[in-house]
């Protein structure tokens, strides 16, 4: 079984804060995920890393794959009010036999306050 | 942009009824896939469907549970004896034809079993 866990569960941070949420596991995946998640309704997606040590960059947040391609961060810089909400990370085609099945991260539940 | 239509947003069901839940993907995209989300708990994987089969499905996808797509437009699950921790966000998914395409995530079907 694929597991991803995130840290750190819950975040409560300032406006205008930086702040790191991590994604590790221990099975190496060909591809991870990113999304956003809002109460009462599904995941959407924010990026897709695939290459070892590949960083991409959405605006504020910047998006990083280890080079083992078993862990990812995802980094905002000056956090506004609107960034509220749980943050998922998923990974999919594990090489030891995930299939292309999305595997979810545990979710970072993130709260920007003014 | 394209969305993943699902019906209904809410159903609340007896236990032991039989269930369907309505799933019309992104019109050209050729996988499908079942998710779930319990209260509280991570988004887990149900089944994988390609080309008019199941390439995929996780041990909750027991024999109570089954998929369709019946007219190349809707996928439907189907639980057929539903259980009191059968409640849960059902979200269907669908991608597009390249393996590392992002999913795009329905708003789900929020089913209550009582």
């Known amino acids: 079984t694929q597991l991803l866990e995130q840290s750190p569960q819950f975040l409560s941070i300032q406006e205008g804060e930086n702040l790191t949420v991590y994604c590790n596991s221990s099975?190496?995946?060909?591809?991870l995920q990113w999304y956003r998640q809002e109460p009462g309704e599904g995941p959407v997606l924010l990026v897709t890393?695939?290459?070892?040590?590949e960083v991409k960059k959405l605006k504020r947040l910047t998006f990083q794959f280890g080079d083992a391609r078993k862990d990812s961060s995802l980094h905002i810089t000056a956090a506004q009010p609107g960034d509220t909400g749980l943050y998922l990370c998923a990974g999919k085609g594990a090489l030891t036999g995930g299939g292309n099945k999305l595997t979810f991260g545990t979710g970072t539940q993130l709260k920007v306050e003014l | 942009e394209p969305e993943v239509t699902q019906t209904p947003s809410h159903q609340v069901t007896q236990m032991g009824q039989e269930v369907i839940l309505r799933c019309v993907p992104i019109s050209n995209h050729l996988y499908f896939y079942w998710y779930r989300q319990i209260l509280g708990q991570k988004v887990e994987f149900l089944v994988s469907?390609?080309?008019?089969?199941?390439?995929?499905k996780s041990e909750i996808f027991d024999d109570q549970f089954s998929v369709e797509r019946p007219d190349g437009s809707n996928f439907t699950l189907k639980i057929r004896s539903t259980k009191l921790e059968d409640s849960a966000m059902y979200f269907c998914?669908?991608?597009?034809?390249?393996?590392?395409?992002?999913?795009?995530f329905g708003s789900g079907t929020r089913l209550t079993v009582v």
């Open positions: 998914a669908s991608r597009g034809r390249r393996a590392n395409y992002g999913y795009t």
């Open positions: 099975s190496v995946f060909s591809s």
């Open positions: 890393v695939v290459t070892g040590g």
């Open positions: 469907f390609y080309n008019n089969e199941i390439s995929e």
